[in-house]
């Protein structure tokens, strides 16, 4: 009798499951990818760090070159590092407001055959940073997934810092017109141009660990491509 009920209750038992019956996980023991853990979630904060691959900046970068090349000689361009910093703050289930800021810059060495009065090379040098703050918002395609893809468009302000010098005091050797952002104008020892900063950028984040995730986005941003951490809260 004992054998004929466990085999009647084996029977019944594998019937059930294999209806489609839920699998039950004990308490305080989620699943390996439970969204409380992972993905995308209302009322959390997402903040990212990150650096850029492929800065676009080679209009500005151009344009600087060309218009010194007549007046100066041995003139070289050394890119700076972009860097991004953002919070993102998960206002639904798909969608995400927070901020984004990012710096990025350069350097323009150069040199002349003149000697200053210390019977020293003449040498120059123009520094342009530039760093951005913008509101932000995202859309999450996959927001209940270790593996969160995005969309985001953001807009704000976007400052722009020209600066030039030389080792010679006695003379003013960028006394000429340089192209800046489209327009030719004569530098003096430091130049602001505020603009309106824009981004719109695809990514995606994977949750290697409940609070930490690594993310990659492309698109038009200061830089084509970047990548990151993220760390939820």
């Not at 996980?25 to 439970?34: E, L, Q, R, S, Y």
């Not at 800046?180 to 824009?198: A, D």
């Amino acid at each position: 009798m004992n054998r004929f009920i466990f085999s009647l209750l084996f029977i019944l038992s594998s019937r059930y499951a294999a209806a489609g019956d839920p699998v039950r996980v004990p308490a305080g023991k989620p699943m390996a990818w439970d969204n409380d853990l992972y993905g995308f979630v209302k009322g959390k904060v997402y903040l990212s760090g990150g650096y850029g691959f492929l800065n676009p900046s080679g209009a500005v970068i151009n344009g600087l070159k060309n218009s010194i090349t007549p007046n100066w000689k041995d003139v070289s361009v050394h890119q700076r590092s972009v860097w991004y910093a953002k919070g993102e703050y998960a206002v639904g289930k798909h969608q995400g407001l927070g901020f984004h800021v990012a710096g990025s810059g350069l350097d323009i060495d150069a040199s002349l055959d003149s000697l200053t009065k210390y019977n020293v090379k003449v040498q120059g040098k123009l520094k342009y940073r530039s760093w951005s703050a913008l509101l932000r918002y995202n859309f999450h395609v996959l927001s209940e997934q270790n593996l969160d893809l995005y969309a985001g468009i953001g807009a704000g302000y976007r400052s722009n810092s020209f600066s030039v010098s030389s080792n010679d005091p006695d003379k003013n050797w960028w006394d000429f017109p340089v192209k800046v952002l489209g327009v030719n104008r004569i530098i003096p020892k430091s130049l602001s141009l505020p603009t309106v900063g824009l981004d719109f950028t695809m990514g995606v984040r994977y949750h290697i660990l409940p609070p930490i995730a690594l993310y990659a986005e492309a698109g038009l941003a200061k830089s084509m491509l970047q990548a990151g951490a993220t760390i939820r809260f």
